[in-house]
């Protein structure tokens, strides 16, 4: 019997990200081929006529999944009924500034937007944030709607999880998908710390440690982290734009892991509630390993920390309780 369909609301959906993802999402990227969706896409008013263009090209592509496109300027007509809530809508960071350059102008929009989902999204909507500062938007949005149970908002750093990924693949020649359980820890931002103390790489002999493989620590604790953390800002060097393949890419990776669950095996990175786990302080939005399953992560415990590693999570730890510090700043 054919599924019901599932309503995603994208926000900033006539955004570059939004147009990379909606066709992705309309495709079984996120839910599965065989999962129909109504797609919600909301943006604000002045970019209502290119929302309209995204929406007039969702109807001539033709997807057999797309069972109905609501597009709209209006949030809570957004908002009603979503099942699952990508909030990509704010403002990009642009050449030269840091994530929290960003943040007065995105954590207003995120604490006005919380209200809205809390009111009018579906029980159990599952939330998450991509527009930067995305752990603080993220723990704003939370703190704005205390109804929605602090386990359904997340943040986005499996992109960074990917791109950390993919430095391992290119620097040992292997596919991409033979290496894993590596982990972003903290914020989305440059003060991040990737982790491969714990990644592997699947050979035929079985997984052999990526530090075993790559046999060069200085690399590994060195260029291979700091490439990892101004990725993005390489990337807007580049393209004169923020991330948007790879960023719509990895939103449907964190949606479908977290809907579908994880591979027996294998973590992923998420930002979710800290709950105090690994002496991280509780009460942040903080990007941890994580496994999923029935619709629910669950961070990996027990994992050993070493000293250079304590360092990074304590450092990105507080350059979080410094952003919730100043986005509350920011709001009053
Ligand atoms: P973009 O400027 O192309 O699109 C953003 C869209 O949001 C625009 O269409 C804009 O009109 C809309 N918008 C602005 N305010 C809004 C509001 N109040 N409600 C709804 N929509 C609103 O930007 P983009 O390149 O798509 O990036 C979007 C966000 O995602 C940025 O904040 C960017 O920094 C962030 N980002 C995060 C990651 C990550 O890994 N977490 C990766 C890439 C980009
Ligand atoms: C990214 O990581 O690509 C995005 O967060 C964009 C940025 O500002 O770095």
């Known amino acids: 019997m054919a599924k019901d369909p599932v309503r995603v609301l994208v926000t900033g959906a006539a955004g570059q990200i939004g147009y990379a993802l909606v066709p992705m999402i309309a495709r079984g990227v996120m839910l599965g081929t065989d999962q129909p969706v109504i797609l919600h896409m909301l943006d604000i008013p002045p970019a209502a006529e290119a929302l309209n263009g995204v929406k007039m090209e969702l109807v001539d592509a033709a997807f057999p999944l797309l069972k109905g496109v609501v597009a709209t300027t209006d949030v809570v007509e957004a908002c009603t009924g979503v099942n699952i809530a990508v909030m990509v809508g704010g403002f990009p960071r642009k050449e030269g500034m840091e994530r929290k350059d960003v943040m007065t102008k ?5 604490k006005s937007q919380a209200s809205a989902l809390e009111k009018h999204a579906a029980a159990g909507c599952k939330v998450l944030v991509v527009a930067n500062p ?3 938007n993220a723990l704003i949005l939370k703190e704005f709607a205390p109804s929605i149970p602090e386990k359904n908002i997340t943040c986005l750093t499996r992109l960074d999880h990917n791109r950390a990924l993919g430095q391992i693949s290119e620097r040992l020649s292997v ?3 033979d290496v894993k359980n590596v982990i972003i820890w903290g914020n989305h931002s440059s003060s ?13 002999s ?12 200085v690399w590994l604790n060195a260029e291979f982290i700091t490439t990892v953390q101004q990725r993005g800002a390489a990337i807007i060097k580049a393209r004169k734009l923020s991330s948007a393949l790879s960023a719509a890419s990895s939103a449907c990776d964190h949606i479908r892991d977290w809907v579908l669950g994880t591979t027996e095996g294998t973590w992923v990175s998420m930002g979710v509630y800290s709950d105090g786990s690994y002496n991280v302080p509780a ?7 994580v496994t999923c399953q029935n619709g629910e992560w669950k961070i990996v415990q027990g994992l050993p920390i070493d000293e250079f590693s304590r360092k990074k999570l304590d450092l990105t730890a507080e350059e979080l309780s410094e952003e919730k510090a100043l986005a509350y700043s920011c709001l009053n």
Do not use: M, W
């Not at 995105?106 to 995120?110: D, M, P």
């Not at 991040?192 to 050979?203: F, I, K, R, S």
């Not at 079985?206 to 620590?217: C, F, Y």
């Open 283 to 289: 009460g942040l939005i903080y990007s941890f390993p």
């Open 134 to 136: 995305a752990n603080t």
């Open 206 to 217: 079985g997984d052999k440690p990526v530090r075993e493989l790559v046999k060069d620590d």
């Open 192 to 204: 991040q710390y990737p982790d491969v103390n714990h990644a592997t790489v699947a050979t035929p």
């Open 106 to 110: 995105n954590v207003s929009i995120y």
């Open 175 to 177: 596919p991409v998908c």
